[in-house]
């Protein structure tokens, strides 16, 4: 089983600066990862896919990097709707997620 | 449009059994992998089971010989036979398109396992 451990927990970034969060693979998925944003009674929503490819209609200020075991989601500009819980997830072996990160707006 | 449609959930004492179901609209099924993905009440998202286009079905251990993923082709729809039920299945459950990534994600079904 592939642990992805997301840190950190909560991030409190202020109004137009840059939030990065991590996200670490106990093995090696190569670039089989992928980003979720999930607001408070909402469906996730898929941002970056192949750890670096933003999914439709997802904003340029959302980017994602790595491979292998160590990943990162840069949101750049940040606006009050990016406050939301962000979870990486592998696919190269079977599929898991790790377990959030809650994005807060200062 | 792509559209996924969850129903089937509800309350169920522990041990009981639940058959969720996904009405897919704007693809079909039978050719793409399917997922299920649950999130138990103020925490995170947990993988499933998968159906892949060749008919072979994965499961997380935590429901492995409990439940049970099908897909129907005819009605374009994909199940989920839930057997056995503990309290720590209490959870939406999500029927989504899985790419690898989970493309689409239905509106969810909450499943409530309680005495």
């Known amino acids: 089983e592939v642990v992805m451990t997301q840190s950190p927990a909560t991030l409190s970034v202020s109004l137009g600066e840059r939030a990065t969060l991590s996200c670490r693979a106990s093995?090696?998925?190569?670039?089989?990862l992928a980003w979720y944003q999930q607001k408070p009674g909402q469906t996730p929503r898929l941002l970056i896919y192949g750890a670096s490819t933003r999914a439709t209609g997802i904003p340029a200020r959302f980017s994602g990097s790595g491979s292998g075991t160590e990943f990162t989601l840069s949101i750049s500009s940040l606006q009050p709707e990016d406050s939301a819980v962000y979870y990486c997830?592998?696919?190269?072996?079977?599929?898991?997620f790790g377990q959030g990160t809650k994005l807060e707006i200062k | 449009e792509v559209r996924l449609v969850e129903s089937g959930g509800g309350l169920i004492q522990p041990g009981g059994s639940l058959r969720l179901s996904c009405a897919v609209s704007g693809f079909t099924v039978s050719s793409n992998y399917m997922s299920w993905v649950r999130q138990a009440p103020g925490k995170g998202l947990e993988w499933v089971s998968v159906i892949y286009t060749s008919g072979s079905t994965y499961y997380a251990d935590s429901v492995k010989g409990r439940f049970t993923i099908s897909r129907d082709n005819s009605m374009n729809m994909v199940h989920l036979q839930m057997n056995s039920l503990r309290v720590e299945d209490t959870a939406v459950y999500y029927c989504?398109?899985?790419?690898?990534?989970?493309?689409?994600w239905g509106q969810g079904t909450l499943v409530t396992v309680s005495s």
């Open positions: 989504v398109k899985d790419d690898a990534h989970f493309s689409f």
């Open positions: 093995q090696g998925v190569s670039a089989n």
């Open positions: 997830q592998q696919s190269n072996n079977m599929y898991s």
